[in-house]
């Protein structure tokens, strides 16, 4: 009888034992706990041999071509992200290759507009190319082409217009410093 009874005491005793080792195992999965921060934020930077898209926000990035064309956004340009695309462009007649006009550097597309800036803080540049003989570099420029709007219409076809932005040669590349960008192709040559 008595090893009966102590039996039942140890049996008891472990089921006291267990629930209680239960009970906490199941107060500790119901704790809540912190999720870790998000990783610090970082300018975006995408390279592409004929094309190339990244998203930029507030701290800026550049996007950069095969062909060398490089487009740069400073910190704080940009108040929210945008998927900014790039891309070796065709069909273009930029400067007519008159004796007034060459091109220089490749023609490139970039999308979307980029709204302005209060600074000038948008730098586009390429690889330098030799300067034709007869022209000073401050004959050097930026052609970008107007919003769709402003394109005049002919039975021949459609006649693209191009805003002529500053450039200078720096090191080995010609760059321009916008505050702006219309979203359509650009191209660097020299004009008079």
């Known amino acids: 009888m008595q090893i009966r009874a102590t039996a039942a005491m140890v049996l008891a005793l472990a ?7 239960q009970s906490h195992a199941t107060t ?29 926000g507030r701290l800026g990035g550049s996007l950069e071509l095969g062909n060398g064309a490089r487009l740069e956004i400073d910190p704080n340009v940009l108040t929210e992200e945008v998927q900014i695309s790039m891309s070796i462009a ?5 400067f007519d290759q008159a004796e007034t006009q060459t091109p220089l550097g490749p023609l490139v597309e970039i999308t979307p507009a980029v709204t302005p800036s209060q600074t000038r803080s948008i730098h586009y540049s390429v690889p330098f190319a030799r300067i034709p003989d007869g ?28 805003q002529m932005y500053p450039a200078r040669h720096v090191g080995d590349r010609f760059v321009s410093d916008l505050d702006q960008l219309a979203g359509h192709r650009l191209q660097f040559g020299v004009s008079r």
Request: proline share 9%.
């Open 15 to 21: 089921a006291c034992g267990g629930g209680a080792t």
């Open 28 to 56: 500790a999965s119901t704790e809540t706990t912190t999720p870790a921060p998000p990783p610090p934020a970082q300018a975006a930077h995408a390279r592409g041999d004929h094309d190339v898209s990244a998203r930029v």
């Open 90 to 94: 065709q069909g273009a007649h930029v």
């Open 135 to 162: 022209y000073p570099e401050s004959d050097l420029a930026l052609a970008v082409e107007e919003e769709g709007a402003q394109r005049e219409h002919f039975i021949s076809g459609t006649a693209t217009r191009w």
